[in-house]
């Protein structure tokens, strides 16, 4: 089955500066990637997501890269701000009738002021 | 749009207990919701897939005898912890979708402290 892995696991920048965070999946099948922002005790909210037709994906601050061949995606998040800290998740869907998620593990984001 | 709620948010309850947790899709049809259980600061661990008017498919791993699932309706599906025990304690998220329609809504979950 799918499996995806996430890094790095914990990333600290300076308010301002760029994050960007990868992930990798196994299944060459997979057709949706989408990306998820959960702050502490609350839902995971997706911010942006690909499809497996798209090379590239950006709305305001943020963007999304894949690249099938090397079946890497990656979330890039510009002039980063104090309140962008918070686990982001990536996930990948199979291609099969169930539509379901496979999460990575997660990025802990931290912007200093 | 697209907003699931997920009933309770937090429960206490003694060992041996059983105890149920709703996930509403409050507009829209959501044929299909996943359960997930997240530990602290680990990923969301899919748990099982659940169609309307079907039987849950479940993970590997996964006891269905322990975690009942229900999708009677087309804004609901329960899910039900047997005899909960400490282990079981967890955060437990459900989320929706009307396939072929994504992404997955999220429900706020729901904290399990089993004594």
């Known amino acids: 089955g799918e499996n995806v892995e996430q890094h790095p696991s914990t990333l600290s920048v300076q308010e301002g500066d760029s994050a960007v965070i990868k992930c990798t999946y196994s299944d060459s099948a997979s057709n949706y990637f989408p990306w998820y922002k959960q702050e502490l005790g609350k839902r995971p909210q997706l911010i942006i997501d690909?499809?497996?037709?798209?090379g590239e994906k950006k709305d305001q601050r943020i963007a999304v890269t894949l690249n099938k061949t090397a079946k890497h995606f990656s979330l890039h998040i510009t002039e980063t701000q104090p309140e962008d800290s918070a686990v982001y998740f990536c996930?990948?869907?199979?291609?099969?009738?169930?539509?379901?998620?496979?999460f990575g593990s997660g990025t802990r984001l931290l912007v200093r002021p | 749009g697209a907003v699931v709620s997920q009933h309770p948010s937090w429960v206490i309850c003694k060992s041996g207990t059983s105890v149920k947790i709703e996930c509403r899709s409050l507009?829209?049809?959501?044929?299909?919701m996943f359960w997930y259980r997240q530990f602290p600061k680990q990923s969301l661990m899919l748990m099982a897939t659940s169609n309307e008017g079907s039987k849950a498919t479940y993970e590997q791993g996964v006891e269905k005898d322990k975690f009942l699932i229900n999708h009677a309706s087309l804004t609901l599906s329960t899910l039900t912890v047997t005899s909960a025990h400490p282990e079981d304690s967890s955060f437990y998220i459900c989320?929706?979708?009307?396939?072929?329609?994504?992404?997955?809504?999220f429900g706020d979950g729901t904290r399990l402290s089993i004594l």
């Open positions: 996930a990948a869907s199979p291609m099969d009738s169930s539509y379901k998620l496979i």
């Open positions: 507009d829209f049809q959501a044929t299909t």
């Open positions: 690909i499809r497996s037709n798209v």
């Open positions: 989320s929706a979708i009307d396939p072929p329609n994504q992404p997955q809504h």
